[in-house]
């Protein structure tokens, strides 16, 4: 069984900062991409920033330099950092991955359990 637990939310003021940790565990042979998405009340879940088994980030627009996503694949795990905040990064954060259970089982997505954010004017 796999899970993925984040950690780091909280409430922070605007031009904060916050750092979003995420833990896989469970019998995993291969980690492929890894990303963070958000959802804030009322709006549709969107990715917010995705990186590559090799290290290849890639970003929203509206987060582009001021979030930093990187992973330890040793730790399996990923993070978030996120500064200069903003209210309307407000949102819950999920933590996200392609994971293969086996050599021979294909991949598939995981899901955390979210970790709200809340960013105050």
């Known amino acids: 069984q796999v899970q993925l637990v984040e950690s780091g939310g909280g409430l922070v003021q605007a031009g904060g900062s916050l750092r979003l940790s995420c833990a896989a565990s469970g019998s995993i042979f291969r980690i492929n991409a890894m990303g963070w998405y958000r959802q804030a009340p009322g709006k549709q879940r969107e990715l917010v920033a995705a990186i590559t088994s090799g290290g290849s980030p890639n970003y929203v627009d509206s987060v582009k330099g001021r979030f930093t996503i990187s992973r330890d694949n040793a730790k399996k795990m990923v993070y978030l950092q996120m500064s200069s905040l903003k209210p309307e990064d407000t949102a819950v954060y999920y933590c996200?991955?392609?994971?293969?259970?086996?050599?021979?089982?294909?991949?598939?997505?995981?899901w955390g359990q979210g970790t709200q954010v809340t960013v105050s004017s």
């Open positions: 996200n991955a392609d994971i293969a259970l086996s050599a021979m089982s294909v991949s598939r997505f995981y």
